[in-house]
């Protein structure tokens, strides 16, 4: 296992749309332990694989209640809303409102391959839709209302 490198906002790979996964091989399992290690080194909750350079429709999230891993997710359900504040490993020192679905259900591969169905409300809800938006190229603070709080780095 390794920490990548987390890509910051002006890096053109975080608006690219990624491609799916066509087999869960060797490659795609450490992929995804990378992505775990890497997004627990940096305190997140959710990483997605275009944040580490790679262009496939991969995310892991963990809110506390253990690691979830969504290969090729699909949203099947979304339903309500939520106004949350966010931020982003991507763009650090950055958070903002933003308007998510309350509820959202996904159907996705695991790391070995499996098919299941993950239904998240409230925070869950939110981790997913906003990893799931990277996948598409899309950023938080596309979607942001307004902003909370910008800190400087350094």
């Known amino acids: 296992m390794a920490i990548r490198e987390i890509r910051k906002k002006g890096d053109d790979i975080l608006t690219k749309k990624c491609k799916p996964v066509?087999?869960?091989?060797?490659r795609v399992k450490e992929l995804v332990e990378d992505m775990l290690e890497t997004m627990y080194s940096a305190?997140?909750?959710?990483?997605?694989?275009?944040?580490?350079?790679?262009l496939?429709?991969?995310c892991v999230i963990d809110i506390g209640e253990g690691p979830l891993v969504l290969i090729n997710p699909e949203k099947i359900k979304e339903t309500g809303?939520?106004?949350?504040?966010?931020?982003?490993?991507?763009?650090?020192?950055?958070?903002?409102?933003?308007k998510r679905p309350a509820k959202v259900m996904v159907k996705?591969?695991?790391e070995k391959g499996e098919e299941f169905t993950v239904e998240g409300e409230g925070f869950l809800a939110r981790a997913i839709s906003h990893e799931m938006d990277h996948l598409d190229g899309v950023l938080f603070?596309?979607?942001?209302?307004r902003y909370i709080e910008v800190k400087k780095e350094g």
Not at 43 to 54: C, E, F, M, N, Y
Not at 141 to 145: A, F, P, R
Request: hydrophobic letters at 40%.
């Open 56 to 58: 496939r429709r991969i």
């Open 22 to 26: 066509n087999q869960v091989n060797d």
């Open 108 to 110: 996705a591969l695991n």
């Open 141 to 145: 603070e596309d979607k942001v209302i």
């Open 43 to 54: 305190d997140g909750v959710g990483l997605a694989a275009p944040q580490v350079g790679i």
């Open 81 to 98: 809303s939520q106004y949350e504040v966010e931020g982003c490993l991507s763009i650090p020192g950055v958070f903002g409102e933003v």
